[in-house]
């Protein structure tokens, strides 16, 4: 069965999103009430200028990103079958993903 794979976004693309917010190109804020630390273990929602992602917190601490939906629909989701590298926080450098956890937890 074909899929339509014009609806659905790629690691990449995700991953580009988040560059943009760690390079101030775009701002992001969380979707709700809960802080990074009130959530601790769970998903924390944020929104980059009309992207909505679902990043884990793991312990306090940047695991994955869930899910990412752009504003006009096209959808990313992780997949634990999928190998490793195809999530867009895994595609990210060690001092990105330190600023994207730092800035994840002053928001």
Request: proline residues 3%.
């Amino acid at each position: 069965m074909p899929t339509d794979t014009a609806a659905h976004l790629s690691a990449r693309e995700v991953c580009q999103v988040l560059r943009d917010v760690i390079f101030e190109r775009h701002t992001m804020k969380k979707v709700g009430y809960q802080s990074w630390d009130e959530i601790y273990a769970g998903h924390f929602l944020v929104d980059v200028d009309g992207w909505r992602l679902s990043i884990y917190n793991d312990c306090d601490e940047l695991d994955y990103c869930e899910e990412c939906i752009c504003p006009v629909g096209r959808r990313w989701s992780f997949d634990s079958g999928d190998r490793y590298g195809t999530d867009p926080v895994a595609l990210l450098s060690v001092w990105e993903h330190q600023t994207l956890e730092r800035l994840l937890k002053e928001i």
